[in-house]
């Protein structure tokens, strides 16, 4: 099976700064890996996700995330965040049969004026 | 296109008493799976349908709850009797195939909130 982690449960960052929400994961086959956001009230939304080929993925509202296989590791970055960005934002892993989803805890994103 | 929709939003209920959790997939959409956040706590798989048939039960927690999708449309999750425990966020999404997860997008709804008390 597969497992995910994400080292903050919060993450505060001020307006126009740039952030990045860790992520790494366990498993002993290859694996798809996953973003997914959710806003307040609303329903959990594919942000990107990376199934092979570039390890730098780009996804929607200017994030990207990087795979990096040695150190199983895909942290979520965004060179400069706006308010509307503040959400819960869940890093999660799959194997390539996609049976099955493996969700981290989530890391609650809060964007300071 | 209506996305996926839950009701109810939020349910607090007494220790004991029984909810059902409604969701109503995209139109069209064979493939249903609940999940399940308790606070602070990651998001875990409950199970996923095929149109009415249960793929993978493999993550409901005991027999305590109950899923059913008839006619292969809207499910429901009943929970009976509710215990503290059961608290949390319950989530559902749908998707056109499974493997869907590289190959197509699942769609999840924006969940329910149960408190037991």
């Known amino acids: 099976a597969q497992s995910v982690t994400q080292l903050d449960s919060q993450v505060p960052v001020f307006e126009e700064a740039p952030v990045e929400l860790r992520c790494n994961y366990s498993?002993?086959?290859?694996?798809?890996l996953f973003w997914y956001v959710q806003y307040p009230n609303q329903g959990l939304q594919l942000l990107l996700k990376?199934?092979?080929?570039?390890?730098l993925v780009k996804g929607i509202n200017g994030f990207e995330a990087e795979f990096n296989k040695s150190q199983t590791s895909f942290h979520l970055r965004k060179p400069s965040v706006h308010i509307s960005d503040t959400a819960e934002y869940f890093c999660?892993?799959?194997?390539?049969?996609?049976?099955?989803?493996?969700f981290g805890t989530g890391t609650s994103l809060t964007v300071i004026p | 296109e209506a996305g996926v929709t839950q009701f109810p939003s939020h349910s607090v209920i007494e220790k004991g008493q029984t909810v059902t959790l409604r969701c109503d997939p995209i139109?069209?959409?064979?493939?249903l799976y609940w999940y399940r956040r308790v606070m602070g706590k990651e998001i875990k798989f409950l199970l996923h349908?095929?149109?009415?048939?249960?793929?993978?039960e493999s993550g409901m927690p005991n027999n305590r709850f109950l899923a059913e999708r008839t006619g292969g449309t809207y499910s429901t999750l009943k929970v009976q009797p509710a215990e503290l425990e059961d608290s949390g966020v319950y989530f559902c999404?749908?998707?056109?195939?499974?493997?869907?997860?590289?190959?197509?997008?699942?769609?999840f709804g924006q969940g329910t909130r149960l408190t037991v008390v």
């Open positions: 999404a749908s998707s056109l195939s499974h493997g869907f997860w590289a190959n197509t997008e699942a769609f």
């Open positions: 498993s002993s086959v290859s694996v798809y």
């Open positions: 990376y199934l092979s080929g570039s390890t």
């Open positions: 999660a892993v799959s194997d390539l049969t996609g049976n099955q989803f493996y």
């Open positions: 139109s069209g959409h064979d493939n």
């Open positions: 349908f095929v149109k009415e048939s249960k793929q993978d």
